[in-house]
Every structure is written in structure tokens, then in C-alpha cells.
């Protein structure tokens, strides 16, 4: 072979080997972030049942030490995950921001009253649980009434359970279909070779010998395609936990190591196996049939 052929021949399979490897990064990384939300799905959806709560109304005569005692006493409680005073005048300018208006200068007083706004542990956010803490709390002669909205509560929850549901289907569809377009990259990626595998079979080498170096090399592809999509992934998990610090659960190390461990030994075996199959079919086919 001539040194520019050699040369062509050289950086046609190193191309070859780049695309293949990407293709199965960006696979893999669609698959890790799926991943990552089903492993989640758990911690994800107590997240959000915890962003429901209730508001404490108090009576107006309530003095502000009686509300911090108040606090602290509901603090204490099973189903609290945590709570906030809300003073008459943080109530005003929430509900000034809202309106974009100083109402108060309208009607002449803080007609708002001091409240404490409570989230619940996840366990606990659902309406028949918050329908006995709200009759367990109107016992305390300092609540006037206990505020929240059950049909947002229960539309949550509903919603929670659908989304896990369909999560599953489609990181079971997401699985299938990766495993589809990882085999037709390696396919198409063994289709350009058929001929050295047709020459080598011609010249009397053994199946195992042949399939040796297409194995081994999609081995390595399928390691370092997890490597990379991990690499991606870990940037994503980077930049989420800078935005979004209250979501630090995805950061769990026990689920991570699962994770990025699951991606590299399914790129493995998917390339692993396409590879297999793909140099087989070459394997028993005719010689006159390679052109089709």
C-alpha cells in the first residue's frame, strides 16, 4: 500500500472510530439522564410533595412572643419539615410585590394578619393527613384558621403519580431505542469493513481470530463512550447543583457510582454484543453478496 493510501486508510478508521464512539456518548448521556431521574424519581417527588404546606392564620391579639412559642411547639411536630413567622409587615410587601401597588396607602392600614406558613414532610402531603392536622392545630386558641388549597393538593399528587408512571415507560423506550441506534452505528461501522473481514475468512482465519480485534476494539469503545457520557453527565450535575442547591439529592454518591458504574457496563455490553452479531452476519455470508 502506498504511504498516502495508507495514509487515507489510516484517518478513514480513525473517523470511523471518533463517530462511533461519540455516537454512543450521546447515547449513553440521554440514557444516564434518565437515569438520574428514575434513581431519583423517589427523592425528586418528595421534593416536590415537601413544597406543600398550609398557612396558620393567627388571631390579631396574638403578641409576638405567644408566636414564636407557637412556632417553635409546631416545630416539633412530626409531620413539619419546617416553618416560617410571617410578620404583618412581610405580608404586606409580599402582597405588594404581587399587586405592584402600595394598597395600603389605598385603604389606610395592614389589614393582613400574622402568619406561619408550614411545609410538610412528603409523608404527610396529602389531604386526609393535612385534614387532621388542621383539626389537631385548631385546638391552640392562638390559631384563628388554618389555610390550604386541597384541590392543588390533590392535583399534585395525582399529577406526581402519573409523571412516575410514564418516567418508567419511557426510560424502559429510551433503553430499547438506544440499544437500537448504538447497534446500527456499530453495524454501519462493520458494514465499511465487510471486505477485510471477507479477505481474512478467505485466507483460511478462524471465526474467533477474526472477531477478536472487533471485539476488543468495541470494548474500548463502549468504555470510553461511558467515560465520556459520565464525564457530560457530571457537568450537568455540576451545573444543577450550582442553580439549583436545594437540590442536592441528585449529588447522592451511592446513586451516582451506581449510575456512572450502570453506563459504562451497558455501553460495554451494547457495543460488546452489536459488534458480535454485525461481524457474524459478515462471517456467513457469501462472498457475492458483500455488495448489496
Known sequence: MKPKEEKE?????????????VSITLVLFMLGIMGLLVLNAKKLSDY?????????I????????????????????????STKHITKQEAAEELQKDLGENFIEFIGHNPLPVSIDVKLIAAYSNNDSIRLIEKDLKDFPQI????????????????????SLI?????????????????????????AKRFIINTMRLVGATKYFIRGPFLRTSILHGFFA??????????????????????GFFADLYVISILTGGII????????????????????????KLYI
Open 265 to 288: 457496563i451497558i455501553g460495554i455490553l451494547i457495543s460488546f454484543f452489536s459488534t458480535f452479531f454485525a461481524v457474524n452476519k459478515y462471517l456467513r455470508i457469501s462472498s457475492d
Open 9 to 21: 486508510s489510516k484517518r478513514r478508521l480513525r473517523t470511523s472510530y471518533i463517530t462511533t464512539v
Open 48 to 56: 416536590v410533595r415537601e413544597n406543600i404546606g398550609f398557612s396558620i
Open 144 to 163: 384563628k384558621e388554618v389555610w390550604y388549597q386541597p384541590s392543588l393538593v390533590h392535583l399534585v399528587n395525582k399529577n406526581i403519580n402519573k409523571i
Open 167 to 191: 418516567l418508567l415507560g419511557f426510560s424502559f423506550l429510551l433503553l430499547l431505542i438506544s440499544i437500537v441506534l448504538i447497534n446500527n452505528t456499530i453495524r454501519l461501522s462493520v458494514y
Open 226 to 247: 461511558g467515560i465520556f457520557a459520565n464525564g457530560m453527565l457530571m457537568t450537568v450535575l455540576y451545573f444543577l447543583a450550582e442553580e439549583f442547591p436545594e437540590m
Open 58 to 81: 393567627l388571631k390579631n391579639e396574638v403578641k409576638e412572643p405567644d408566636v414564636l412559642r407557637l412556632q417553635k411547639i409546631i416545630d416539633a411536630k412530626d409531620f413539619v419539615k
